[in-house]
């Protein structure tokens, strides 16, 4: 028996893919296909694959030419399947010419001549892309415009700022640099905010008033009625209102809380995160609570729920901005577990994230927040366990990913729940109340 074995993404199935499995099944007896995660896809720079991997693979099922459907999850994969199916001859399409001639030591390559005039690509385009305005100022919007170029379904044709030295930047970009905000909503479909926390909500309704969809810097607001507020209305207006925590889209966090909850560490007891950094500041930056908090609260909100008991706050404040923490701790009780955050702008610690648990302990190194690398430990050291993952643009591919699939499933697709989102703003909330020790004055 001749085995066969091809891969591909196989999104939105057209004709091109029926041929190239219509011909790799007749070079042999048994059709192997191996069908591309979405995560292994988002490597070879193939961003917003339309169709999640269940409906690839039962598109492919649907032909009834594959005798076997396997998914390919890792680079180095082709090898071991080659390997360990047995396979004869790997055969792909005529794009790939040279690039699979490394298999040759395994079994025949055949490249089959590509069908002309039809892809994946081509048929993704005729999906009208978003036309998003970044609003705001700082790096973040220059790394969002960037990342920006990568996902498929996003155009960021406007931004607006006042910083001059920033505008120099887009220069030579095909977009509108614009002063005013009221401006900049006319021209987008979206945007995503990155001003001051205090006009967050205003700017926030505005976007949604005008039937904009809109991803936001958390904290989405500094109050929780305010966030409700804002929630209501975006699902009232079927628009996509998205907490932007860029650590929620990293590909080593979400691999971390799906251990935790499948159990690998038993029962989690304490949940520690820490976020610092010491930077200069003025009139126009955001306290350690706003600009930090949000990130060291969501591995907290998101394993051990948002229904805390108790929680007490002790903050160093600037002597003359009540509301300016140079540095803030907050403990939590929960009814079966405690947790603290650690997050400063003047204050520099260990930035780590430990996640204890019955059977053993999370460690995320520093800055755990973008982090690409954690460990699973053990009482018995040879249990430990060490995970690797890529992490592209510090995850702001994937939110952005995530908000295009969900303006455009009219679905929130966001990895930051609503009931996360409000539980961050109601700390912004307590925090503004003043509801904190002082540690110092400063
Ligand atoms: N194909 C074709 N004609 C087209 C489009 C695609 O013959 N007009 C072939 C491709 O060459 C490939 C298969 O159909 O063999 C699947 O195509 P894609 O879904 O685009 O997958 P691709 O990104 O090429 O993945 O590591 C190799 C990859 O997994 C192949």
């Known amino acids: 028996m001749i085995k066969v074995i091809t891969y591909g993404t196989y999104d939105l199935f057209h004709y091109g893919h029926q041929r190239l499995l219509e011909r790799a099944k007749n070079l042999g007896d048994y059709l192997i296909v191996g069908v591309t995660t979405d995560d292994f896809d988002k490597k070879r720079g193939k961003i917003n694959v339309k169709q999640s991997l269940m409906e690839r693979i039962e598109s492919v099922r649907a032909t009834g030419l594959a005798d076997e459907i396997i998914v390919e999850e890792y680079e180095g994969q082709k090898i071991d399947d080659i390997k360990r199916y047995g396979v004869d001859i790997f ?10 001639d490394y298999l040759k030591e395994f079994c025949d390559v055949v490249y089959l001549p590509r069908t002309e005039g039809i892809s994946s690509s081509d048929i993704r385009s005729e999906y009208r892309s978003v036309n998003l305005g970044l609003v705001g100022n700082g790096n973040i919007i220059k790394k969002f415009f960037d990342e920006s170029k990568l996902v498929n379904g996003i155009t960021v044709n406007a931004i607006c700022t006042d910083n001059e030295k920033e505008k120099k930047c887009y220069e030579n970009e095909e977009l509108s640099l614009i002063d005013d905000y009221d401006e900049l909503l006319n021209l987008v479909d979206a945007v995503f905010i990155l001003s001051h926390p205090s006009k967050h909500y205003s700017q926030i309704k505005k976007a949604l008033n005008q039937g904009k969809h809109v991803l936001c810097e958390s ?79 969501l591995p907290i909100f998101q394993i051990l729920g948002v229904d805390y008991k108790n929680k007490t706050i002790s903050s160093l404040i600037l002597e003359d901005k009540p509301n300016f ?22 204050v520099k610690s260990e930035g780590e994230l430990i996640i204890s648990g019955s059977e053993g302990y999370a460690y995320v190194p520093a800055p755990w927040w973008k982090t690409d690398y954690f460990e699973l430990r053990y009482e018995n050291q040879e249990d430990n366990k060490k995970y690797f993952y890529q992490l592209d643009g510090e995850g702001i591919r994937y939110e952005l990913v995530a908000f295009a699939k969900s303006i455009e499933l009219g679905k929130n697709n966001a990895y930051v729940e ?9 700390i912004m909330e307590d925090f503004e109340n003043n509801e904190f020790d002082i540690i110092n004055k400063y």
Do not use: H
């Not at 055969?91 to 699979?100: T, Y």
């Not at 507020?229 to 979400?254: G, P, R, V, W």
């Not at 820490?274 to 306290?287: G, P, V």
């Open 91 to 100: 055969a792909i399409g005529s794009d790939w010419v040279g690039e699979f």
């Open 219 to 297: 904290p989405i607001a500094l109050a929780k009625n305010e966030y409700v507020e804002l929630e209501k209305l975006a699902s009232e207006n079927d628009l996509i209102l998205m907490d932007s925590i860029k650590t929620a889209y990293s590909t080593a966090f979400n691999r971390l809380l799906l251990l935790i909850k499948k159990g690998n560490i038993g029962d989690v007891y304490s949940v520690d995160a820490t976020c610092t950094s010491i930077r200069e500041y003025d009139d126009k930056s955001w306290n350690s609570i706003s600009s930090w908090g949000p990130t060291a609260l």
């Open 325 to 346: 923490d140079l540095f803030t701790k907050i403990d939590f009780q929960f009814e079966n577990a405690v947790a603290s955050i650690k997050v400063g702008n003047s």
């Open 418 to 426: 609503n009931q996360v989102s409000k539980a961050i703003c109601k």
